[in-house]
């Protein structure tokens, strides 16, 4: 039989029929990939009113970087129906484990669930209710990944529920519904609330907390009965447990837990009541506020993406790594995630949640060797030959596989990120919540200064190569002549003075952190948000630092996140966070050179000293990092380090990397001559940035969590 085609789709096959629409394996002519495409009934293209919710909600959806959010691709209107066009991945749902397996494991349901908390949390944040939470609209990965499917039906927060549509949708929908949207009232987040804890109690016994075959005993049944005890139908589940779900079920929304992560964090906490602590949930004291040198141990392999172990403080799920196709009967899609100024739609602040892993806390000395060796000059068609010394290797004293901390500099209520100047004297520190940059004298580690930026609040820095302007990526900004616009600016400061001397607006709704070129004549913006055009990919801003104007807008693959030139600075890179891929551009031409598969939710980028050999990108959600050749344009390792990280940085001998883990609130120490993690040194609380100075002898983190930022000893 011919696949039946629909606009650029070839529909290969259905995965999934539901009162919401189709679910198909399809193939994307036009972009050349596969994807899972969500065919909405033909009754909605006709409803106006729900076709400008579908496109505003679905517009909200896709632009949430929450890493258990499905991401969205494309959504609108093709052929006559509505559509959402999304990745496939790998997994099932929720409701085929029980169908086919029966009640979850508690600390795995804990666990599964907590992730669903993070996106429910996020979206919520976001000022929009999923409304749908059910088993079949989670999905598990192999290896226990979690994404929220279905963002692109939900209504706005505040949105009166109208009359119910009795549909085989709601049917299905009916065991997990909000008592306030049987009674027409208002409906908020905690509507969401409410289902989660139906879910959490049908993932502990294996059924529904009401069942019924009709509409009026079910709504009967929310509106006024009690949820049945899950200890008395499941052994290992406690009495505490039945409390949780209650609250998270209570009649009035004001009773129940305020956020999803308040419901499973409590279901954790009642996980230990009557059982030993489990290894996904770490009970131990947290350790003092200033942040410590402790080391644990690395992780074992290169092979597998599991996250190391964390420090006791540390209370965020694991993300696991892969993910490549599913098979869902809601709607599928790609793994997401999400940017370092925010959390989970703003990294940096990371929601509490339940953490999977075993709680290590033992402090291990690791020494390793440590030799100065050189780089061989590339030979890859992308990268030019030579740098770091006179004979084309890395400079620098040798760097140190076990980092010491010196000390935590106080820098204001947020330290966002933090970047050396390339003449080492003094570092920039963002301070994104009181609108300022704080300067760092890098001679005695002291803050200096203070710069004002007016026009919004300073999320990124990078500099001029002579380090006398640095450019200040600033979200949000009021105009300077119209006080209620909104724009985004790149702001110049003058480093000599501290002032800032001009600002030029970009097209991105928040521009990421910037490169220069090698030659300083051009600033490079990447887009930090995903509200540009989901069907052209995003955009990178260039911007002549002479003429401070705009002057090239390049399209490339959703979401670029990080930007680094290579060796010679004849080609860059961008990291496509939506994507999963590494665009390499001409600088000379800014056209895509190649795009370079390399996984889930690549977040920054490292390219290594002494020829550009090897470019480092760490992974978000997949807690590990991918080294790239740039010699094959092949990922040759991928190496577990903490949750999330966020950052890299070479060593300038080269012999070691460094990554900032935002949900283990660590750094990793990477042998770049073995690719295994030597050493995990503790940080303040959520790291966002790494810098280090041009001899190497010190590395500085910014952890937005506590507004600190830690200086380690990296070399002799």
């Not at 599991?306 to 172990?309: H, I």
């Given at each position: 039989?011919?696949p039946?085609?629909?606009?650029?789709?070839?529909?290969?096959?259905l995965?999934?029929?539901?009162g919401?629409?189709e679910?198909?394996?399809?193939?994307?002519t036009q972009r050349?990939?596969f994807?899972?495409?969500?065919?909405?009934?033909?009754?909605f293209s006709d409803?106006?009113?729900?076709?400008?919710?579908?496109?505003?909600?679905?517009h909200v959806?896709?632009r949430l970087?929450e890493?258990?959010?499905?991401?969205?691709?494309?959504?609108?209107?093709i052929d006559?129906r509505l559509?959402?066009?999304?990745?496939?991945?790998d997994?099932?749902d929720?409701?085929t484990m029980?169908?086919?397996?029966?009640?979850?494991a508690p600390?795995?349901a804990?666990?599964?669930?907590?992730q669903?908390?993070q996106?429910?949390?996020a979206?919520?944040?976001?000022?929009l209710?999923h409304r749908d939470?059910?088993?079949?609209?989670?999905?598990v990965t192999p290896?226990?990944?979690?994404?929220?499917?279905?963002f692109?039906?939900?209504?706005p927060?505040?949105g009166?529920?109208?009359s119910?549509t009795?549909?085989g949708?709601?049917i299905g929908?009916?065991?997990?519904?909000?008592?306030?949207?049987?009674?027409?009232?208002a409906?908020d987040?905690r509507?969401?609330?409410?289902?989660?804890?139906?879910?959490?109690?049908?993932?502990?016994t294996?059924?529904?907390?009401?069942?019924g075959?009709?509409?009026?005993s079910?709504?009967?049944?929310?509106?006024?009965?009690?949820?049945p005890?899950?200890?008395?139908m499941?052994?290992g589940?406690?009495?505490?447990?039945?409390?949780v779900?209650?609250?998270?079920m209570?009649?009035?929304p004001a009773?129940r837990?305020p956020t999803a992560t308040?419901?499973?964090d409590?279901?954790?906490?009642?996980?230990?009541v009557?059982e030993?602590a489990?290894?996904?949930r770490?009970a131990?004291?947290?350790?003092?506020p200033?942040?410590?040198?402790?080391?644990?141990?690395p992780?074992?392999?290169?092979?597998?993406p599991?996250?190391?172990?964390e420090?006791a403080e540390?209370?965020?799920?694991a993300?696991?790594?892969?993910?490549a196709?599913?098979?869902e009967?809601?709607?599928?899609?790609?793994?997401?995630?999400?940017?370092?100024?925010?959390?989970?739609?703003?990294?940096?602040r990371?929601?509490?949640?339940v953490?999977v892993?075993s709680?290590?806390?033992?402090?291990?000395?690791?020494i390793?060797?440590?030799?100065?060796?050189?780089?061989?000059?590339?030979?890859?068609?992308?990268?030019a030959k030579g740098?770091?010394?006179a004979?084309?290797?890395?400079?620098?004293?040798?760097?140190?596989?076990?980092p010491?901390?010196a000390?935590?500099v106080a820098?204001?209520?947020?330290?966002?990120s933090?970047?050396?100047?390339?003449n080492?004297?003094?570092?920039?520190?963002?301070d994104?919540?009181?609108?300022?940059i704080?300067?760092?004298n890098t001679?005695?580690?002291?803050?200096?200064?203070?710069i004002?930026?007016?026009s919004?609040?300073?999320?990124?820095v990078?500099?001029s190569?002579?380090?006398?302007t640095?450019?200040?990526s600033?979200?949000?900004?009021a105009?300077?002549?119209?006080?209620s616009a909104?724009?985004?600016?790149?702001a110049?400061?003058?480093?000599?003075t501290?002032?800032v001397?001009?600002?030029?607006?970009v097209?991105?709704?928040?521009?990421?952190p910037?490169?220069t070129?090698?030659?300083?004549?051009?600033?490079y913006v990447?887009?930090?948000d995903?509200?540009?055009s989901?069907s052209?990919?995003?955009?990178v801003d260039?911007?002549d630092?002479?003429?401070r104007?705009?002057?090239?807008?390049?399209v490339?693959?959703?979401?670029?996140?990080?930007?680094?030139?290579?060796?010679?600075?004849?080609?860059?890179?961008t990291?496509d966070?939506?994507?999963?891929?590494?665009?390499v551009l001409?600088?000379q031409?800014?056209k895509i050179?190649?795009e370079i598969p390399?996984?889930e939710t690549?977040?920054?980028e490292?390219?290594s000293p002494g020829?550009g050999?090897?470019?480092a990108?760490?992974s978000w959600?997949?807690?590990?990092?991918?080294m790239?050749?740039?010699?094959?344009?092949?990922?040759?390792?991928?190496i577990?380090?903490?949750?999330?990280p966020?950052?890299?940085?070479y060593?300038?001998?080269?012999r070691?990397?460094?990554?900032?883990?935002?949900?283990?609130?660590?750094v990793?120490v990477?042998?770049?001559t073995?690719?295994?993690v030597?050493?995990?040194?503790?940080?303040?609380?959520?790291?966002t940035?790494i810098?280090?100075?041009p001899?190497?002898?010190?590395a500085?983190?910014?952890?937005?969590?506590d507004?600190?930022v830690d200086?380690?000893t990296?070399?002799?």
């Open positions: 039989m011919t039946r085609q629909i606009g650029n789709y070839r529909l290969d096959r995965l999934g029929v539901g919401m629409g679910v198909f394996q399809a193939y994307d050349d990939r994807i899972a495409l969500k065919l909405l009934p033909e009754v409803d106006q009113e729900y076709l400008k919710r579908f496109q505003r909600e679905s959806a896709a970087r890493p258990h959010v499905i991401p969205i691709h494309d959504f609108g209107e006559g559509f959402i066009d999304m990745r496939l991945v997994g099932g929720i409701r029980l169908d086919e397996h029966g009640p979850i600390q795995r804990v666990s599964l669930l907590g669903v908390a996106a429910l949390d979206a919520h944040a976001d000022d209710v939470i059910k088993p079949s609209n989670i999905l290896r226990d990944f979690v994404y929220v499917v279905d692109g039906i939900a209504r927060m505040r009166r529920q109208t119910l009795i549909t949708a709601t929908t009916l065991d997990y519904m909000a008592p306030e949207r049987f009674a027409g009232r409906v987040g509507a969401d609330i409410y289902s989660l804890a139906c879910v959490l109690h049908e993932c502990l294996g059924k529904p907390p009401f069942e075959e009709d509409l009026p079910l709504m009967y049944a929310h509106l006024n009965g009690s949820p005890q899950a200890s008395t499941v052994a589940v406690s009495r505490t447990m039945d409390a779900i209650a609250r998270g209570a009649k009035d009773d837990f308040g419901l499973i409590a279901a954790g906490d009642a996980l230990l009557e030993p489990p290894a996904w770490r131990v004291p947290a350790p003092a200033r942040p410590q040198a402790t080391i644990v141990d992780p074992e392999t290169t092979t597998s599991a996250p190391e172990p420090p540390v209370a965020e799920p993300e696991p790594a892969e993910v196709a599913v098979a009967p809601a709607a599928v899609a790609e793994p997401g995630s999400a940017p370092p100024a925010e959390q989970p739609d703003q990294p940096g990371r929601r509490r949640g953490l892993g709680a290590i806390a033992a402090a291990v000395a690791v390793a060797l440590v030799l100065v060796f050189a780089w061989p000059g590339s030979g890859h068609p992308h990268t740098g770091g010394t004979g084309g290797g890395p400079s620098g004293p040798a760097s140190l596989a076990v010491t901390f000390k935590a820098a204001g209520k947020s330290a966002n933090v970047q050396v100047a390339p080492g004297k003094f570092a920039y520190v963002a994104a919540d009181d609108n300022v704080k300067v760092l001679a005695d580690d002291k803050v200096t200064g203070t004002n930026i007016p919004g609040s300073p999320q990124f990078s500099f190569p002579d380090s006398s640095a450019y200040v600033v979200y949000n900004g105009s300077y002549d119209n006080d909104t724009v985004h600016l790149i110049f400061v003058d480093t000599a501290g002032k001397t001009g600002t030029v607006q097209n991105n709704q928040k521009p990421g910037t490169t070129s090698p030659d300083g004549r051009y600033l990447p887009n930090h995903m509200t540009m989901f052209d990919g995003d955009k260039v911007i630092t002479s003429a104007k705009l002057t090239d807008t390049i490339v693959p959703m979401n670029p996140h990080g930007l680094v030139f290579g060796d010679g600075g004849k080609y860059f890179y990291s966070h939506m994507e999963g891929e590494v665009t001409s600088a031409t800014n050179v190649k390399v996984g690549p977040h920054g490292a390219v020829g050999k090897m470019l990108v760490t959600s997949g807690n590990e990092v991918f790239v050749s740039t010699a094959t344009d092949k990922v040759t390792a991928r577990p380090v903490g949750t999330n966020q950052a890299a940085v060593a300038p001998d080269g070691h990397l460094y990554t900032v883990n935002a949900g283990s609130n660590t990793s990477i042998d770049t073995t690719d295994k030597t050493a995990t040194i503790r940080t303040g609380k959520a790291p940035s810098s280090m100075l001899n190497g002898r010190q500085y983190v910014s952890d937005q969590g507004g600190t200086v380690f990296t070399a002799k």
